[in-house]
């Protein structure tokens, strides 16, 4: 299992793996900014009503 593991470490760097990782953290990213934005707009719903 650690091999494969340090395997996974040197070897991740490659492009498909950055891809997904890039891919991942853009997924999050907007994510984020879209739960951000629906929390501010039923926020400010709450306060205006």
Same mark, same amino acid.
């Given at each position: 299992? #650690? $091999? *494969? @593991? =340090? *395997? !996974?470490? *040197?070897? $991740?760097? #490659?492009?498909? /793996? #950055?891809? @997904? @990782?890039?891919? =991942?953290?853009? $997924?999050?990213? =907007?994510? &984020? +900014?879209? $739960?951000?934005?629906? !929390? +501010?707009?039923i926020w &400010? /719903? &709450? =306060? !205006?009503?």
């Amino acid at each position: 299992m #650690s $091999g *494969r @593991v =340090t *395997r !996974f470490l *040197r070897d $991740g760097y #490659s492009a498909p /793996v #950055s891809r @997904v @990782v890039q891919a =991942t953290a853009i $997924g999050l990213l =907007t994510l &984020a +900014v879209c $739960g951000l934005i629906a !929390f +501010v707009i039923i926020w &400010a /719903v &709450a =306060t !205006f009503l």
